[in-house]
């Protein structure tokens, strides 16, 4: 981690890139890894890392894929990511307390439309409150989402597609905040120059879609997440 920070200030990097140490809430179910399923010790040590990785001031970061977790780690995350094509993670996102990036595939990108407008409006659903028990959740909006258009996680967008995509998004909500998001698919696919490439286009084009773009999400494998392998990526 330190070597990593030193060598993107190294690069001159430090004001445009943002490394955040994402989690997928699903590892507190069987934290062993050997079916014995201690929840309650997965969610323990999933705090206590993050504890430790907020102490040395990185920012961390969980895709939720239920409406139970929030509560035990919203207090430790700067960012959240979910799926936007399921429902109930739609109302969950309406009352989370930080930014959260709603992901769709770069060949479904009708799917965030829908997300976009439930997470800013009011709902009641099943969760967990804040003493730790199963309770009815109201949530008012969240202000802070992000259309987040994933190109390359098994369904092999084209740079086109994703560009498509992005502009489709757009013209449906203008005002929307938009990222691409390339996966470990993405960055090993012959296609990223073209993708990115366009993405750069948009930005620097001046109009209102490129506005619009704040940045782009590289999700890297812990263990892959190298100076060196960053590097290569940039």
């Known amino acids: 981690g330190d070597k990593t920070a030193g060598a993107i200030a190294d690069w001159g990097l430090r004001a445009d890139l943002v490394i955040v140490l994402a989690a997928d809430a699903v590892v507190t179910q069987d934290p062993a890894g050997d079916g014995s399923y201690l929840i309650n010790r997965g969610i323990r040590e999933s705090r206590e890392h ?80 804040t003493e730790g028990v199963c309770g009815v959740v109201k949530s008012t909006g969240n202000p802070d989402v992000i259309a987040v258009v994933v190109a390359g996680e098994g369904e092999g967008a084209s740079a086109q597609q994703l560009s498509e995509a992005m502009a489709s ?6 005002s929307a905040a938009l990222m691409a998001e390339f996966g470990p698919d993405a960055l090993k696919a012959a296609s990223l120059d073209e993708s990115v490439g366009a993405l750069c286009k948009d930005i620097c084009s001046g109009g209102s879609l490129g506005s619009r773009i704040i940045g782009c999400q590289l999700r890297v494998p812990t263990k892959n997440a190298t100076a060196a392998s960053l590097s290569a990526m940039l």
């Open 50 to 129: 993050m504890l430790q990785l907020n102490k040395l001031g990185v920012p961390t970061a969980i895709e939720f894929r239920d409406t139970f977790h929030p509560q035990f780690f919203a207090d430790l995350l700067s960012w959240a990511s979910l799926s936007a094509q399921s429902e109930p993670l739609q109302e969950l996102c309406s009352g989370l307390s930080m930014p959260v990036g709603v992901r769709v595939p770069a060949t479904d990108s009708s799917a965030v439309i829908k997300a976009l407008e439930t997470s800013s409006g009011t709902h009641h659903f099943l969760g967990v409150s």
């Open 169 to 174: 998004v757009h013209r449906q909500r203008p």
